[in-house]
Nanobody, 121 residues
Framework: QVQLVESGGGLVQAGGSLRLSCSAS????????MGWYREAPGKQRELVAT???????NYADSVKGRFTISRDNAKNTVYLQMNSLQPEDTAAYYC???????????????WGKGTLVTVSS
């Protein structure tokens, strides 16, 4: 089995910063693309940022210039540095990873349980 565990959410004032982390563990052969998605109350889950195993990144227009995604391949961990946070960034943030498990040996998407980010005005 493969597990993704997020951390780093919390309450912050507008203009503040938070750093989210997500570590993949379990029977992992390799980790391909990793990313962050968010789901605000009453809205659909949306992409925030993704990063390939080689470090290529992709961002939603709404977070470009404010958020930075990075990863540590040795630790199977992805990070999301969030600066200049705004109330509209309030959401549950979910980690996603495309993992090849040691047993199955084919790529599958996995999700974390989410971490809540609340930005007060």
């Amino acid at each position: 089995q493969v597990q993704l565990v997020e951390s780093g959410g919390g309450l912050v004032q507008a203009g503040g910063s938070l750093r989210l982390s997500c570590s993949a563990s379990g029977n992992i052969f390799s980790v391909n693309a990793m990313g962050w998605y968010r789901e605000a109350p009453g809205k659909q889950r949306e992409l925030v940022a993704t990063i390939s195993s080689g470090g290529s990144t992709n961002y939603a227009d709404s977070v470009k210039g404010r958020f930075t995604i990075s990863r540590d391949n040795a630790k199977n961990t992805v990070y999301l540095q969030m600066n200049s946070l705004q109330p509209e960034d309030t959401a549950a943030y979910y980690c996603n990873a495309h993992v090849v498990a040691t047993v199955e040996r084919y790529i599958m998407p996995y999700w974390g349980k989410g971490t809540l980010v609340t930005v007060s005005s």
